[in-house]
């Protein structure tokens, strides 16, 4: 048995061997935060600084009509040139531009433009030109041959639904 004296009293206390034990409440443990925020700003600024910007992939050209319409008497209805485009192999990586009037098709971009340049010379007046691909033409030898059209000099160009 150990003795000690009491500090409120001064006399000696007995204490056994069991000690009472307070039960101290349960340590909250808080992680560090500074460096998660010091990683969570390097992220940041990592992907600020690697970050590309990029142009849109394209924008197409176009015009609302002026206030007022046509004049009855004025218009004349054109028949439109139809650029047809079709795949020339199974891998899709050619493809066939048709013309409508034109006797045989042709296989590059710069074909299709001296065809379209010769049918505009043909015809003064500003027809219309609508491309109608057929459905598994891969989007860039629609956007090839709508190009060229605007290079021709077509003001009016539109896209038909795919077949």
Not at 13 to 42: E, N, Y
Not at 57 to 73: A, F, H, K, N
Request: aromatic share 8%; net charge positive.
């Amino acid at each position: 048995m150990v003795t000690t004296s009491s500090p409120v009293q001064g006399g000696p206390l007995a204490h056994t061997g069991t000690k009472s034990r307070r039960q101290r409440p349960a340590a909250r443990l808080q992680p560090p935060l500074t460096p998660m925020i010091d990683v969570t700003f390097q992220l940041l600024i990592f992907f600020l600084l690697t970050m590309t910007f990029r142009q849109a992939e394209g924008q197409i050209l176009g015009s609302l009509p002026r206030i007022g319409g046509i004049v009855e008497g004025q218009s004349v209805q054109l028949e439109p040139v139809f650029i047809v485009v079709t795949p020339a192999d199974a891998g899709r990586e050619r493809c066939i531009y048709e013309i409508t009037g034109a006797q045989d098709p042709m296989a590059t971009p710069s074909e299709l433009y001296d065809a379209l340049v010769s049918r505009r010379r043909q015809i003064q007046a500003d027809e219309p030109v609508i491309i109608r691909p057929e459905a598994n033409v891969p989007w860039q030898f629609v956007v090839e041959a709508f190009n060229q059209a605007i290079r021709a000099g077509y003001a009016k160009v539109g896209f038909a639904v795919a077949r």
